[in-house]
């Protein structure tokens, strides 16, 4: 599954599944003596294959359509009106005179099963008709399914609506199958009700309101939704408890963008134009950052810890004594948009979710310092699309609680920089016996190259005293503030470890 937009996730499942209603219907369906081979939902309404109808007129056909306006569409139909010698009418080329016509691509406006042959192909569309098939039936204009979908079973009551299509659907519970980025995860049971008419989805779903164009293309198993400024708070309590901050915080803010759902065997979700407008979050983070908070890491042996830190505590560098390279280089290295992003950079996690997807396998991450600290201070490292949500709530909270310096400050003093080694102070006394000020700016580039991967760069580089300096002076080029006769000295000057 290609799921682009965190934002969208829940209310395209539970939107798209219902404004694809089936896809199919299983095979083997009856009304009034006509016996049907094979059904299914088309562009039109429901499709009919292999119609035949011996009780009332020898009548064969290869497709039949039933539309929702009340028209029939009947494709390499052989009719055969047995005992009558009535003539018809011959709108669109039929002609019903003698014992066979050959029909091809004509649209019959209204047609009639009754107990005698038909003099002509007009009146009312099938009122008595009933089609039963496994946990579908269709009574007169109303269908009612129920549907195994790839997110989960979904019940669905369809009927004719003033220029459109009426809907009820409810979803027992939307499951989002598993990903590079995590686990399959389960959502709670969500209800929705509407129109669909003018290609326009007007109605609810769970307690989110909306209004939504929508353009739904069911032979060809697709449907595009228009988000036009969804509530962020309505999208978070439509995934319940996997989100629980969302219970815990205010959330503002709107999210827009174009939902594409496609179905080719696997339903796909992809998101073009996505937008986020006046995200902000309160209620999560408190004070305690600002003196004493502890958060959970890992020893030297990898094996889990907690740890106490803040201004309050000895061993803390507040970030005019940790200086500006180091800063710099971490800015550089992992978040080159530090300053005037939100808490959150929406192009880079777009563009990491779709690299990773299309590999297979988990290569970017495209979250910024600030979602980073929010992952250290608050929650664990499993890389799935629920902690992404998750994160993105703190990151936004913490821009507003801290600022773009005490974000700074705290990330460089929490962070990791190799087995047990946290913190800039420690980082630098350890690889380089320094302060983080006294720092040369190749130094600190390599501390910001080991971020991503700190234990591995301890073992790799460090244990081996090999610094890879491809990454390193890649660092240095984009180390803003540094003079360039600096950055070229650097580059040509050796790194070397303290044992």
């Not at 390279?325 to 300053?339: G, K, M």
Request: with cysteine; aromatic share 6%.
């Amino acid at each position: 599954m290609r799921l682009r937009d965190a934002f969208g996730v829940g209310l395209a499942l539970v939107v798209g599944g219902i404004l694809a209603i089936p896809l199919a219907i299983p095979r083997l369906a009856a009304t009034k003596g006509v016996t049907v081979g094979g059904a299914g939902w088309c562009a039109t309404g429901l499709c009919l294959a292999d119609v035949k109808a011996p009780a009332v007129l020898g009548l064969t056909a290869a497709h039949l359509a039933i539309d929702w306006d009340r028209t029939v569409r009947v494709v390499d139909a052989v009719v055969a009106l047995r005992g009558s010698g009535a003539t018809g009418g011959g709108a669109h080329g039929v002609v019903l005179g003698g014992l066979t016509g050959w029909v091809r691509e004509v649209d019959v406006d209204g047609l009639t099963v009754r107990d005698a042959p038909l003099p002509s192909l007009s009146g009312e569309l099938l009122p008595e008709r009933h089609l039963r098939g496994t946990e579908v039936t269709v009574d007169g204009d109303v269908t009612d399914a129920t549907l195994d979908t790839p997110y989960g079973r979904v019940h669905v009551r369809a009927a004719p609506a003033p220029g459109g299509l009426a809907m009820d659907a409810d979803a027992e519970r939307v499951t989002l199958p598993a990903s590079v980025l995590g686990e399959a995860v389960t959502v709670p049971a969500v209800h929705a009700h509407g129109t669909y008419a003018d290609h326009v989805w007007s109605g609810t779903v769970g307690a989110l309101a909306l209004d939504i164009p929508a353009v739904v293309d069911v032979t060809a198993g697709t449907a595009t939704l228009t988000l036009v400024d969804v509530p962020l708070a309505d999208l978070y309590q439509a995934l319940g408890d996997v989100v629980p901050e969302a219970t815990r915080a205010h959330i503002d803010g709107t999210a827009s963008g174009v939902v594409t759902l496609s179905n080719s065997g696997l339903v796909r979700i992809s998101v073009d134009k996505p937008a986020i407008d006046g995200f902000r979050v309160t209620g999560l983070v408190d004070d305690r950052l600002h003196d004493q908070f502890t958060y959970a890491t890992r020893d030297a042996d990898g094996n889990p810890v907690s740890r106490d830190a803040g201004p309050a505590l000895p061993g803390w560098t507040p970030l005019d004594r940790i200086g500006a390279l180091l800063p710099a280089a971490v800015i550089a290295a992992e978040d080159s948009t530090f300053a005037t992003h939100p808490g959150y950079d929406l192009k880079s996690m777009l563009d990491a979710a779709g690299e990773n997807e299309a590999l297979g396998r988990v290569k970017r991450g495209g979250s910024t310092l600030t979602q980073q600290l929010a992952k250290n201070l608050y929650l664990d490292g499993t890389r799935t699309y629920v902690r992404k949500l998750r994160e993105l709530l703190y990151a936004v909270n913490l821009e507003d609680e801290l600022g773009k310096r005490g974000i700074l400050e705290t990330y460089l003093n929490i962070v990791e920089f190799g087995p047990g080694i946290y913190g800039a102070a420690a980082a630098s006394d350890r690889y380089f016996l320094k302060s983080p000020a006294g720092l040369l700016p190749e130094e600190a580039a390599w501390l910001a190259s080991v971020l991503p991967g700190p234990t591995a760069a301890w073992k790799q580089q460090y244990l081996r005293d090999r610094p890879n300096r491809t990454r390193v002076d890649a660092i240095l080029d984009n180390m803003l503030g540094l003079p360039k006769e600096e950055r070229e000295r650097a580059k040509g000057r050796a790194i070397h470890f303290v044992r």
